[in-house]
């Protein structure tokens, strides 16, 4: 589906405007798959490794063809679709050090060696002793500029991911009621994701309530509640479609809402539509935040918006740029990101939104298409 040749390409031209010689990448990272199409294994709460795991991954450099270097285990039980005919493989008892210096220095003379943000700090050493006078950098400031301007398939694949969730969300919402618990609802969308066809959850799925009936904040998201009336019930969940991530999100209220909390859902919405109307090429990612949280100060509840508005997503549910003040990347055609306003009060009201957008010539378009309002069972 992806040309990966062409990605590798303009990756090479980046690294010859940087001066950047090679660039090592590990077999976990997103910036492998989006660039080799070698699939990631799913993440484990806890780390799964094998002997010589740290050698796990493959070397970049224009005038060679990609170079794996995977430990036995990995090419027999976690390579599912096979390996590149241009691996190198290391068994148990070998000579990880010897073998893997050797794939390193058959690229001669290399002044500046790009290292994968995610690589593990035992394989950065080992690249440092490979090549002791070379400068070590952040390679994910070379890759990251390509995979934040989606392709075409690319929101397709993205499209189908927010879909999927979408109708999970459908498929749940009666479900919402008295005496049903958090883990209940929790469980529902994860076993209805993967039915659905998703490949795994983008992110630990989350389920909770917040109100006038406990002091629960946003963080709290590990119990497994009966649902009581007179409170919001968040959401926060996503899907995965071939590598990409959905990141989705909605608050619906049991029982009959009260004036307060109309009035600060409005406002929540309020705040997700004035940052979408925000979104233009060109404009800074920043913008987009303080048009989101300016809704919410001017409606009194600023102290209660307590993170950045959003982040892009793609490969990974959390990608650079962010949607925070800090962050003053311009927009362009392409970006796909969250806008996530929220309002989490603990003890008084709690609710969010959030969809991913992306970046068209004349504005920002959700790719999720599930209603934002208000729902109360």
Known sequence: MFDYQDRQKRLYEIMD????????????????????????????????AYTHHW????????????????PRMIVEFDSPAGVDGNTVVVSEQDDAVSIFNAVAKSYGHVKKIGVSARTWSETTLHIMNAFPDATVVNAEELVNPLRRIKSPEELALMAQSCDLVDAVLGAVQSKVNLGVTELDLKSEINFQMNESGSRTESFDTAVWSMGPKNNRDASDRRTSNPLVDNMGVSFDFGAVIDGY???????????????????????????????????????????????????????????????RTGHCIGLDVHEFPFISEEDHTPLEVGMTFTIEPSVFWPGRVGVRVEDVIVVEEYGGRKLNQFTTDLIAN
């Open 245 to 307: 991530c959905s990141d989705f999100g909605r608050t619906i209220y049991v029982g009959d809402p009260n004036e307060e909390y109309q009035f600060v859902y409005d406002l929540v919405m309020q705040a997700q539509a004035a940052g979408i109307a925000a979104v233009k090429p060109g404009a800074l990612a920043s913008d987009v935040h303080n048009a989101t949280r300016q809704v919410i100060v001017d409606g009194g509840y600023g102290d209660w918006f307590r993170h």
């Open 17 to 48: 405007r940087e001066g950047v010689d090679l660039i090592f990448i590990p077999k976990h990272s997103a910036d492998m798959d989006y660039l080799t199409g070698t699939e990631r294994r799913v993440t484990t709460f806890g780390n799964v």
């Open 55 to 70: 050698v796990a991954g493959v070397f970049l450099h224009r005038h060679h063809k990609p170079q794996f270097v995977l």
